[in-house]
Structure formats: structure tokens, C-alpha cells
Antibody
Framework: EVQLLESGGGLVQPGGSLRLSCAGS????????MSWVRQAPGKGLEWVSG????????YYADSVKGRFTISRDNSKSTLFLQMNSLRAEDTAVYYC????????????????WGQGTLVTVSS | DIEMTQSPSSLSASVGDRVTITCRAS??????LNWYQQKPGKVPKFLIS???TLQSGVPSRFSGSGSGTDFTLIISSLQPEDFATYYC?????????FGGGTKVEIK
């Protein structure tokens, strides 16, 4: 059974930084692309960032490009999201999601989701 | 970026009703379209890939169709457990984008 466990969320002031982690189990980490998807309170889903299975390719939503960095450590089956220059509009539950394929190019779909970690950006 | 527009944004239906949700892409995405279901307080569930391929364990009353820019999710006979919000997602190009969601409520 695939399990994805996020951590690192919390309350941070505007302009601050946070680092999210996602520990995966039940699958071979190095075989699947991974992404972060967020959901602001009462709002819809927004894809934030994705990374290929080997970490060689990364992708970002326009809203976070230049501020967030995705990375992974396949030896520890862990996905990361470094979030800098945080804004109030970044407040959301951040989900770690597993892709069905090794790449993010064409056909990226998300078959397993973590329970999410809440990030609140407020002074 | 490819914009995904869902309609309606919400609908009320009764158990046993046939429900149709539409998703339109701002440009052609071939069949690179996925559907998800999210129940209140729960994590999204992957329903359909490649516009029409039902994921394992998804009831056959769910079906998807479409290609190019227009796509449809149909629930042939709505069940109590189907009341949820449904999202489409394009996987044709990055950045990946989701539709705004369609909330299916009890009439």
C-alpha cells in the first residue's frame, strides 16, 4: 500500500520560508514522478510543482516560479518543497502526490495523495 | 498556460439521476485529461485517466469521454456516495492545470 506522509507545515510570516517534506513508502520512489498540489481553504485544487523520477527535470506553476524549489532524495524516498518569499495567497493545504509515470511530460496523472500539511502565511 | 473550465460549478441531483459534468480546455489537449473526486474533508481520488480510462476500483457508473477541447464526465445513476466535488486536470503540457471543480449536491 502506497503511503505519503507530509510534514513541515505551519504558521509563517509573509516573506518567510518553510520546507515541506514527504516520506513515501509502498512503492519504488525512483520509478515515479512526484508533485505538490495545494488547496486554499474552501477553494479548488492547484498544481504547484512536479519533478521527474530521477530528479532531472522540474516544473513549476507560474504563481510559485522563482520562489519555490522542488527536490527529491530517492535513497530516502523523500520529496521536498522549499518555499521562500511566502505570501498570504500561498496559504493552503499542500498535498504530496505520486504520479503514475516516471516523467511529467504528457500524461501526468496523480494516483496517490498524502493527507496534506497546512501552510498558513500570516502576520 | 492551458485554462480548464468546468460547468456547471455546482448542481443538485437526486439518487438515481444521470449527471453530466463538462470540462473545456482553452486549446486542444488530445485526450490528456484526468478526472478526480473529492469528498468533504477528504483527499482527492483519481477516477479517470486519458479522458476515458476508469481507474481500478472505480464503479462502472462513472464514464468519461471527449477529445481535443471538450470532455465529459457522466455518472449514469447517482449514488449517495457520489456526492462530492469533481475536478478535471489536463496533462498535455506544463504547467499542469485543474478545472475549478463541480460540486454535486443532494437535491
Amino acid at each position: 500500500e502506497v503511503q505519503l506522509l507530509e510534514s513541515g507545515g505551519g504558521l509563517v510570516q509573509p516573506g518567510g520560508s518553510l520546507r515541506l517534506s514527504c516520506a513515501g513508502s509502498g512503492f519504488v520512489s525512483s520509478s515515479y514522478a512526484m508533485s505538490w498540489v495545494r488547496q486554499a481553504p474552501g477553494k479548488g485544487l492547484e498544481w504547484v510543482s512536479g519533478i521527474s523520477a530521477n530528479g532531472g527535470a522540474t516544473y513549476y506553476a507560474d504563481s510559485v516560479k522563482g520562489r519555490f524549489t522542488i527536490s527529491r532524495d530517492n535513497s530516502k524516498s523523500t520529496l521536498f518543497l522549499q518555499m521562500n518569499s511566502l505570501r498570504a495567497e500561498d496559504t493552503a493545504v499542500y498535498y504530496c502526490v505520486k504520479g503514475q509515470r516516471s516523467t511529467m511530460v504528457r500524461g501526468a496523472s496523480f494516483d496517490d495523495w498524502g493527507q496534506g500539511t497546512l501552510v498558513t502565511v500570516s502576520s | 498556460d492551458i485554462e480548464m473550465t468546468q460547468s456547471p460549478s455546482s448542481l443538485s441531483a437526486s439518487v438515481g439521476d444521470r449527471v453530466t459534468i463538462t470540462c473545456r480546455a482553452s486549446q486542444s489537449i488530445s485526450n490528456y485529461l484526468n478526472w478526480y473526486q473529492q469528498k468533504p474533508g477528504k483527499v482527492p481520488k483519481f477516477l479517470i485517466s486519458a479522458a476515458s480510462t476508469l481507474q481500478s476500483g472505480v464503479p462502472s457508473r462513472f464514464s468519461g469521454s471527449g477529445s481535443g477541447t471538450d470532455f465529459t464526465l457522466i455518472i449514469s445513476s447517482l449514488q449517495p456516495e457520489d456526492f462530492a466535488t469533481y475536478y478535471c486536470q489536463q496533462s498535455y503540457s506544463n504547467p499542469i492545470t485543474f478545472g475549478g471543480g463541480t460540486k454535486v449536491e443532494i437535491k
